[in-house]
T-cell receptor, first 113, second 113 residues
Framework: GAVVSQHPSRVICKSGTSVKIECRSLDFQATTMFWYRQFPKQSLMLMATSNEGSKATYEQGVEKDKFLINHASLTLSTLTVTSAHPEDSSFYIC?????????FGSGTRLTVV | DQQVKQNSPSLSVQEGRISILNCDYTNSMFDYFLWYKKYPAEGPTFLISISSIKDKNEDGRFTVFLNKSAKHLSLHIVPSQPGDSAVYFCAASTNVNTDKLIFGTGTRLQVFP
């Protein structure tokens, strides 16, 4: 079946630095990729929708200058957390539209210290 | 505004019995519904889906029921197995082909021997 490869699986960074998370669709082309974050014991909250070759669409309340999304090719979407702060520590997950169910990456645990 | 809700945060079921997980939604525009299984620090795994033109879909031990008038869906797992222990999320979208998923709050299922 379809596979979305997400890296890194976990990262620890210092406050004020930037972190890039990559998601690749391995055996299919993903014109659209969705980015979610999940806080402990909470639901997955959609942050933004990235579209290949165009600007991402951000959900209300998500800072587009802080969470930079790039979808430069049909198989790669990246999320960069800029000037990270401890409150950005969370679990970030990407997904691509496949049928019948969306395919998710394995997630990235970000810890900002 | 939580458009998709799972009112039971946890459920405990004996092995071999039926597990019933419930989900309610408020947006009448939702036309495609999915159930996912999730372990900590991993991405969700797709289980089963249902289109709004149907009221039931079955796949092996998993059956999803949709009651559009009540804006309610449920996932039945029978017989339940210890390996089914995980957090289950329902999700909904307004376009089966392209639109974003809105997730419920999750139900932690524990199947004991």
């Amino acid at each position: 079946g379809a596979v979305v490869s997400q890296h890194p699986s976990r990262v620890i960074c210092k406050s004020g630095t930037s972190v890039k998370i990559e998601c690749r669709s391995l055996d299919f082309q993903a014109t659209t990729m969705f980015w979610y974050r999940q806080f402990p014991k909470q639901s997955l909250m959609l942050m933004a929708t990235s579209n290949e070759g165009s600007k991402a669409t951000y959900e209300q309340g998500v800072e587009k200058d802080k969470f930079l999304i790039n979808h430069a090719s049909l198989t790669l979407s990246t999320l960069t957390v800029t000037s990270a702060h401890p409150e950005d520590s969370s679990f970030y997950i990407c997904s691509a539209r496949t049928y019948p169910g969306y395919t998710f990456g394995s997630g990235t645990r970000l810890t900002v210290v | 505004d939580q458009q998709v809700k799972q009112n039971s945060p946890s459920l405990s079921v004996q092995e071999g019995r039926i597990s019933i997980l419930n989900c309610d939604y408020t947006n009448s525009m939702f036309d495609y519904f999915l159930w996912y299984k999730k372990y900590p620090a991993e991405g969700p795994t797709f289980l089963i889906s249902i289109s709004s033109i149907k009221d039931k879909n079955e796949d092996g031990r998993f059956t999803v029921f949709l009651n559009k008038s009540a804006k309610h869906l449920s996932l039945h797992i029978v017989p339940s197995q210890p390996g089914d222990s995980a957090v289950y999320f329902c999700a909904a979208s307004t376009n089966v082909n392209t639109d974003k998923l809105i997730f419920g709050t999750g139900t932690r299922l524990q199947v004991f021997p």
